[in-house]
C-alpha cells in the first residue's frame, strides 16, 4: 500500500521494527524489474549528452578519475561494485577511509558539490539496474569496508534486521533516501529501510521515483530539511 504523505512514516514506527530475516518472506512485485530495466534503459539513452557534460567537468577541475567504485552489498548478501561519478577528490578512500559524506564534507570536489545536490553522482547506476544488480527503488546499497567517525569498520552484518534488508535489491533512491536528511543516523535510516521491505508494493516504487526526480530537479538531495 502506498504512502500517502511523508508523515506515514514516523520515526517511532520504524525504529519499533527490528524483524529477523525468518520473520517474512519478501518478493518483489512482479512489475519491479520490468519497470526497471526499461527506464534505466531509456535514462541511459536519454542521458548521454549529460553524461559528457559530467566527464568534462570532472576532467578540467582536477584531470582525475570520472567514475569511482566500491565494493557494496547486495540482494541475498552477495556483494557488487557500485558505480558512481566522482565527486570527491582523488584517493579519497586511500586517505580518509571509506566514510559517508557529510553535508560541508571537505573531500568533495567543486563539481561533486553540484553532482550530489542533484543526485547526477549517482547517474552511472543505471548501469547497475541494467544489470540486475540494484533496483531504482530500494534501500540504499551499504558498503562492504565503511568505517564509523572514529575511524572502526562498521559491522552492517551484526546490525539487527541486515538479512532482511537484503531480501530486495538495493536502490537508486529509497524510503529512507528520500524522506530523512542527509546527516540523519545510520539506524534511523536501517530502520526506515526494513519499513520499505515490510511495505514493497509497485505503486510505492512509482511515487518515491516520482518524488526522487522533483528532488533532482529542485537540487535538495544534499539539504538538512525536508526534501518533498
Excluded: C
Amino acid at each position: 500500500m502506498a504512502l500517502t504523505s511523508p508523515r506515514a512514516v514516523s520515526v517511532r514506527r520504524a525504529e519499533a521494527i527490528r524483524p529477523a530475516a525468518t520473520e517474512v518472506h519478501v518478493r518483489e512485485p512482479l512489475l519491479k524489474r520490468p519497470f526497471d530495466f526499461t527506464l534505466a534503459a531509456l535514462m541511459l539513452v536519454v542521458s548521454a549528452p549529460v553524461w559528457a557534460v559530467i566527464a568534462a567537468a570532472i576532467k578540467l577541475e582536477d584531470r582525475g578519475p570520472i567514475f569511482y567504485r566500491q565494493e557494496r552489498w547486495g540482494r541475498h548478501q552477495k556483494r557488487f561494485h557500485v558505480l558512481k561519478f566522482r565527486s570527491m577528490i582523488q584517493n579519497s578512500d586511500r586517505d580518509f577511509g571509506v566514510l559517508q559524506a557529510r553535508i560541508g564534507d571537505r573531500r568533495v570536489t567543486r563539481v561533486g558539490r553540484v553532482l550530489r545536490a542533484t543526485g547526477l553522482d549517482e547517474l552511472p547506476q543505471v548501469l547497475n539496474i541494467l544489470r540486475g544488480e540494484m533496483s531504482f527503488v530500494g534501500p540504499r546499497p551499504l558498503a562492504t569496508n565503511e568505517k564509523d567517525s572514529d575511524g572502526r569498520l562498521i559491522a552492517y552484518e551484526r546490525t539487527p534486521g541486515f538479512a532482511l534488508r537484503l531480501m530486495v535489491r538495493p536502490g537508486l533512491t529509497g524510503l529512507a533516501t528520500v524522506y530523512l536528511h542527509k546527516d540523519a543516523p545510520s539506524r534511523r535510516k536501517f530502520r526506515t529501510d526494513l519499513v520499505y521491505v515490510r511495505r514493497i508494493s509497485f505503486w510505492l516504487d512509482l511515487r518515491l521515483v516520482a518524488l526522487s526526480f522533483w528532488i533532482s530537479f529542485r537540487g535538495k538531495w544534499e539539504t538538512r530539511s525536508n526534501k518533498v
